[in-house]
């Protein structure tokens, strides 16, 4: 009999830092499908699949680290979590805030900022407070804040939340039956490849750079080898590929629109430890590639979630691609939450002006069908 997935904190209880008396905050996320690409494979001459995360309840795959970080915290007393963010990270934590019952504050600077990236943390009722600075100044706000009162921080520094995310790591070795040679992700604040190395290692019984001190590090492996780790930067927000943060950051994908990423050490160590790379992509090789995931694979992802397979095309493009390997792309977010920059990135702005009478032969005409 067919059963729904219950939540990657069930799914996945025994490699996760929860005790019997946590509560379970849980929207059943996590169990997104791992699709294959035969049309991007034949274009890079390797095998391809695309971790969907766009899946995930909130569109996005910062559910899988609020599941867990708002679990450990509606286990303690307190009753309002707070992030900065201007995107995918206030989706998430507002609407995990309603499944635990908390109230949640989203920190944002003032001015800079679209109503529609806002729309789902203002529909799950986050109080949203503008303060007049950049994200930066935010962010320090809400560490302050955290720090002082009764509020807990759910950016991405609460190490609960890495431990969340290394959950997609296991849900494709599981898939795969094995690890994947190359996995592909884009690198923003740079915890989800993080998130990822720490999950492929685990599940592969190696010891590697942790968020925390775990109880269940003896169980058996699962994998057989580590994939090397790929990471794709923006071009205009390239902070890795600079060697140095960056500071005024420019992208038109702007969940990956980071200078000064939080992740650094560990990042640069799951690049160097799984041989692996981080490279930088324009913004029209991004917008190329939602494109070619939209219309040859089926998938419609934001624009920073095109920049794994911007990475990908252009790493063929230089002949770095291993013939015949396995390799695994997430692609991080759903393309529903920015419309109106996929459509601008198409000629016309994807919006084609025939109009004809309402009348059959006339639409069999204009399409050709005979
Ligand atoms: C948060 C986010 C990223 C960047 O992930 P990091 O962990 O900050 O590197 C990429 N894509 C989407 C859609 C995101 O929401």
Redesign the pocket.
């Known amino acids: 009999m067919a059963h729904q997935w219950r939540g990657l904190l069930r799914e996945y209880a025994e490699r996760l830092p929860l005790e019997e008396s946590d509560p379970v905050v849980t929207l059943l996320e996590g169990g997104t499908p791992l699709v294959e690409a035969p049309a991007i494979s034949k274009r890079v001459g390797a095998r391809v699949w695309l971790k969907v995360?766009g899946a995930n309840p909130t569109g996005?795959?910062?559910d899988r680290g609020m599941t867990m970080a708002v679990s450990k915290i509606a286990a303690t007393d307190t009753q309002m979590i707070a992030c900065a963010s201007t995107?995918?990270?206030s989706a998430s934590a507002a609407a995990y805030a309603v499944a635990a019952g908390l109230q949640c504050v989203v920190i944002l600077p003032a001015g800079k900022i679209a109503a529609g990236k806002l729309a789902q943390a203002i529909m799950h009722g986050a109080r949203l407070v503008q303060v007049d600075g950049n994200f930066d100044d935010a962010l320090r706000l809400v560490r302050k804040l955290t720090e002082t009162y009764p509020v807990a921080l759910v950016n991405?520094v609460n190490p609960y939340r890495l431990q969340g995310?290394k959950t997609a790591a296991f849900e494709i070795v599981d898939a795969l039956g094995d690890a994947p040679d190359i996995h592909i992700?884009?690198?923003?604040?740079?915890?989800?490849?993080?998130?990822y190395w720490m999950g492929y290692n685990e599940y592969a019984g190696q010891k590697a750079v942790t968020t925390m001190e775990e109880s269940y590090r003896n169980l058996p492996a699962v994998a057989t080898h580590v994939p090397q780790m790929w990471g794709v930067q923006a071009a205009g927000a390239a902070p890795f590929v600079a060697g140095h943060p960056i500071d005024n950051p420019e992208t038109i994908?702007t969940?990956?629109r980071?200078g000064f990423?939080?992740?650094w050490d560990f990042?640069s160590r799951a690049r160097d430890d799984s041989k692996g790379l981080i490279t930088a992509v324009p913004d029209e090789e991004i917008m190329r590639a939602q494109q070619i995931i939209a219309g040859e694979a089926g998938v419609f992802v934001?624009p920073?979630?095109a920049?794994s397979v911007a990475g990908l095309l252009r790493a063929a493009e230089d002949g770095r691609v291993p013939r015949d390997a396995r390799i695994v792309c997430t692609v991080?977010?759903n393309g529903l939450k920015d419309t109106k920059t996929a459509l601008a990135a198409l000629p016309d702005g994807g919006m084609q002006a025939e109009v004809v009478a309402p009348d059959t032969h006339e639409v069999a005409e204009l399409l050709g069908l005979k």
Do not use: R
């Open positions: 995360e996005s795959f910062k995107g995918n990270t991405s995310q992700l884009p690198v923003g604040n740079a915890g989800n490849i993080s998130a994908a969940a990956i980071i990423p939080a992740s990042a934001e920073a979630s920049a991080t977010g």
